[in-house]
C-alpha cells in the first residue's frame, strides 16, 4: 500500500462504519497469509493498521509512516511499530534511523497506559507509557482507528479508564485499588502478572519468531525505540487557564523540592514498580547535608558503599581533555574575521573561536545577531542595516495588533487575556537582581513584556509559557533594542520552541537522548538511575528547558549560551553539559544513595556552584569521546535544530506546520 498524505478529520466511530468491511477484509487476507505459521508458534495477528505516523518534526516532510500490530502470543499480547521500507518509506529515513524509531515487541506487562489525544481539528494520536515512566513518540492515526485498537487491546488484557483523566486508559493497574475491584469483573480479560514474563514474538513483519529482537548500535540494551515521558495532566473542564503547557512548564521551570509533588501530581505513577517513593516529601534529616562550605568538587563518600569505577576517567594523561579556555573574542580580532564590506569569511573558524572563549560584552550584540541566525554569516554591513529597517517595521506592524485590541474586545477574548496575565506576572519576578531589570516601573521590565505579547500574536499557535520570559532576558540586555531582541528571541524560539509545545514533544526528546548518553558514557551511573527509578531525568528538566539559566550566575550564563549557540562540536553540546555535571558528581549521587527526592534537591541546590569552565571542558571531552555513537543516540529532530543555511531562521517556513 502506497502511503498517502490523508486530512480525515472524521470521527472513530464514522471511519470503523464506513470502512468496517475494508478493514475486516485486510484482517482477513493478512491473517490468512500467517495462519499456518501463526499457529505452529501460537503467535496471532489480532489487530493491524496501516498508516499510523510518527512526528519526529514539526515539518510534513519528515513524517514517518509504518504499520501498527497487535499480536497474541500465548496469554501475552505485543505490540509493534514498523516504519515503511521502499516506496512507502520516507527518503530520508536512514536504517539506523529506522532502528531507531522501530518499536520491537513491547509485551503489555511493560506498559502502564495508553494516553487518547482526541483535537476538535486534526488527527487523532495516543501516547503508550512504559512502567518506567519513558513512553513511546505519539502515533498519529490518519484515518482513524483509535477506538478500534483500545477495544482490541480490551478483549486481551485489562484497560480500564483512569477515574482521574477520561482520555488515559490503565494497563494491568492491578495496584490500584478501583483497578482491583474493576478486575474482579474483567478478570477473564486480565493477563496475570505474577505468572511471570513470557516469551514474546519478533517486532518484524513475521510474528512468529521467538526471540525478542532488540537493537544496539548505542541505543541501549533496554531500548524500544524513541522514548517519551509521558505527562498525563489533569484539567478542569470549561477551564482554558489551565492549558497543559502553561500547567506542566510552569511547574517544572520552577523545579524546587516541591516539584516531585508536582510530578506525582502531573505523572500519577502506581507503586507496582517503585514509582510509590515519589510521593514522599522532603524529610529533615535527610542523607544529604548540604552546607556549602563543603560543597567541592572531591566530596567524602561513605566507606561502606562500594562506587562502581567511573568508565570515562577523567585523566588527562589518558585522555587528550578538552582545551583551556580561551580570552574572549575582542574587537580588534573580530575585525580580522570580516572583509572589507563585513562579510564573515569564515564561519566555522568564528564559531571555533567562540566556541573556546565566548564573546567580549561589548561585541555581543552583533554577534550574537550572527550565531542565532538573525544575521547571515554572508551578508553586509549595508545588507544588515537595511534588514534592521525592514524587521523594525515588521515588529511594529505586529506590536499593534495586540495593543489596538480595546478592553471590549479583550472581555471576549479569553487566550489574549489569559496570555497577558502570565507575562505581566512572570516579568515582574524575572532577572530583577540584575541592574538592568531593578527597581519599580523599570522601562526595560515593560520592554520585556511587550516583545513577549508581540512574540505570542508573531507564533500564536505556541504563544506563551513561563521560562520563554528567562530565555530573553539576556537578549534584551545584550541588544538593549525592542525590535532587534524580538527578531533575536524568534530565532532562538526556532531552536528551542519544542521545548514549550504543548505535546512537550521537544522536552520529552531531548530527557530521552540524555539518558542515552549517560547510558553511553557512564553505564554504572545509569545502571543506578535505573535502580532507583530516576530514568525520566526530570531532576534534568530545569537545566533543559532554559538551558541553564538558573544554574549559573548571569555573566557566565551568557558565555555558556554562546558557546552552545556556535553548534562547534554539536548542536546538542547542553545534552553533554547536563552529563558533564552528573559525572563531577556521581560519586556523592551513588555513594550517597541518593534516591530521586534527594537527587532532585542536590541537583536544585547545584545552582550558582557549578564551575562553568571545567563543565565545558569536560563537555567537550564527553562529545568527542561519544563521536558517533553519542549522534546515534539523539533521536532525529531533538531540539535545538540547526539553522539552515541562509541564517534566517525568523522567515515562514516553506513545510507544513502542525
Known sequence: ?????????????????????????????????????????????????????????????????????????????????????????????????????????????????????????????????????????????????????????????????????????????????????????????????????????????????????????????????????????????????????????????????????????????????????????????????FDHKASNDTETIVNEIPVAPDPVEFDKLTLVWGKPRQPPLGSEEWTTFLDNEGRVMDSNALRKRIFYGGVDHKLRREVWAFLLGYYAYDSTYAEREYLRCIKKSEYENIKRQWQSISPEQARRFTKFRERKGLIDKDVVRTDRSVTFFDGDDNPNVHLLRDILLTYSFYNFDLGYCQGMSDLLSPILFVMEDESQSFWCFVALMERLGPNFNRDQNGMHSQLFALSKLVELLDNPLHNYFKQNDCLNYFFCFRWVLIQFKREFEYEKTMRLWEVLWTHYLSEHLHLYVCVAILKRYRNKIIGEQMDFDTLLKFINELSGRIDLDAILRDAEALCICAGENGAASIPPGTPPSLPIDNGLLYSQQEDEVL
Open 1 to 289: 500500500m502506497q502511503e498517502m498524505e490523508l486530512h480525515d478529520l472524521s470521527d472513530d466511530a464514522d471511519y470503523a462504519a464506513s470502512m468496517q468491511q475494508g478493514s475486516s477484509s485486510t484482517m482477513r487476507s493478512d491473517s490468512s497469509k500467517r495462519s499456518s505459521s501463526s499457529e505452529s508458534e501460537g503467535a496471532e495477528l489480532v489487530y493491524l493498521k496501516d498508516n499510523v505516523t510518527i512526528h519526529p518534526t514539526q515539518f510534513a516532510s519528515e513524517r514517518i509512516s509504518g504499520r501498527l500490530k497487535l499480536i497474541k502470543q500465548g496469554s501475552s499480547l505485543f505490540m509493534t511499530w514498523i516504519p515503511y521500507k521502499g516506496q512507502n518509506s520516507n527518503t530520508r529515513l536512514s536504517e539506523k534511523d529506522r532502528n531507531l524509531y522501530t518499536i520491537r515487541a513491547v509485551p503489555f506487562t511493560e506498559v502502564r497506559s495508553i494516553r487518547r489525544h482526541t483535537p476538535a481539528f486534526g488527527w487523532q494520536y495516543i501516547i503508550v507509557v512504559l512502567s518506567s515512566g519513558l513512553a513511546f513518540p505519539p502515533l498519529y492515526f490518519y484515518t482513524g482507528g483509535v477506538r478500534e485498537f483500545l477495544a482490541t487491546i480490551k478483549q486481551h488484557i485489562l484497560l480500564v479508564r483512569s477515574v482521574e483523566d477520561a482520555n488515559v486508559f490503565l494497563v494491568n493497574d492491578f495496584d490500584n485499588r478501583l483497578q482491583r475491584t474493576l478486575s474482579s469483573l474483567e478478570l477473564p480479560r486480565a493477563v496475570s502478572i505474577a505468572s511471570g514474563s513470557s516469551t514474546p514474538v519478533s517486532s518484524g513483519d513475521s510474528p512468529t519468531n521467538v526471540n525478542l529482537e532488540r537493537t544496539n548500535g548505542g541505543l541501549g540494551h533496554d531500548s524500544h525505540s524513541i522514548s517519551q515521558f509521558h505527562g498525563r495532566q489533569k484539567q478542569k473542564a470549561q477551564d482554558p487557564a489551565r492549558d497543559i503547557s502553561i500547567q506542566v512548564l510552569e511547574k517544572f521551570s520552577l523545579v524546587t523540592k516541591f516539584a516531585r509533588e508536582t510530578t506525582s501530581q502531573l505523572f500519577r505513577e502506581n507503586h507496582s514498580n517503585g514509582f510509590g517513593a515519589f510521593e514522599k516529601k522532603f524529610d529533615s534529616q535527610s542523607a544529604l547535608d
